[in-house]
């Protein structure tokens, strides 16, 4: 089965620049202000460095 990135916004501060959006090689993250990031699953290649890069675990890489 393929994994799926998903974000739990009840996890994220939604305070603050997300910085995982800067470590995702392929550009799938976005973020608009301080709302949580989106995800553009045409781009998202699920090579987990967002969710591993993530301090409060709102980015999820599940199956």
């Known amino acids: 089965m393929e994994k799926k990135l998903i974000i739990k916004k009840e996890r994220?501060?939604?305070?603050?620049?997300?910085?995982a959006v800067n470590i995702c090689p392929v550009g799938a993250l976005s973020q608009e202000g301080m709302s949580a990031p989106?995800?553009?699953y045409n781009k998202c290649i699920r090579c987990g460095k967002c969710s591993n890069f993530c301090p409060m675990k709102a980015l999820v890489l599940e199956e």
Do not use: E, F, R, S
Request: hydrophobic content about 10%; aromatic content about 0%.
């Open 12 to 19: 994220c501060p939604q305070n603050h620049k997300c910085p």
């Open 38 to 40: 989106t995800i553009d």
